[in-house]
């Protein structure tokens, strides 16, 4: 199974821009899905999780209220509604998928790396001032 990151692209500081991914290649079972980024400066970084039914998310200071996460079970495919998009959230995003369970409450301690075993390829946002 393979996870493909589709929708980046160029956009202008204050756009909106959404981002998906999808598994490719045979069947999937995730439960916890995120998002990541990371540029050339600096380490992958976290930017959003989301729980196995949906109800609960976390997500990075730096894009609280402006990112939204979102899943489709039916599809296993986890979304990223990026709204008032800056400069500073250009980078590669990188979505990724745990298929082990965890308890809700650790949700928002899971946003570094190690936690998630299986990683898209990443897709490029860029945002112009």
């Known amino acids: 199974v393979q996870l493909v990151e589709s929708g980046g692209g160029l956009v202008q500081a204050g756009d909106s821009l959404s981002i998906s991914c999808a598994p490719t290649?045979?069947?999937?079972?995730?439960?916890?899905m995120a998002w990541f980024r990371q540029t050339l400066e600096m380490e992958r970084e976290f930017v959003a999780n989301?729980?196995?039914?949906?109800?609960?998310?976390t997500y990075a200071d730096s894009v609280k209220g402006r990112f939204t996460i979102s899943r489709d079970n039916a599809k296993s495919t986890v979304f990223l509604h990026m709204n008032k998009l800056q400069p500073e959230d250009t980078a590669v995003y990188y979505c990724?998928?745990?298929?082990?369970?965890?308890?809700?409450?650790?949700?928002?301690?899971?946003?570094?790396?190690?936690?998630?075993?299986?990683w898209g390829q990443g897709t490029q946002v860029t945002v112009s001032s």
């Open positions: 990724a998928v745990r298929t082990s369970t965890h308890a809700n409450w650790a949700l928002p301690t899971m946003t570094r790396p190690p936690w998630y075993a299986y």
């Open positions: 290649g045979g069947t999937f079972s995730p439960n916890a």
């Open positions: 989301i729980n196995l039914s949906g109800d609960k998310t």
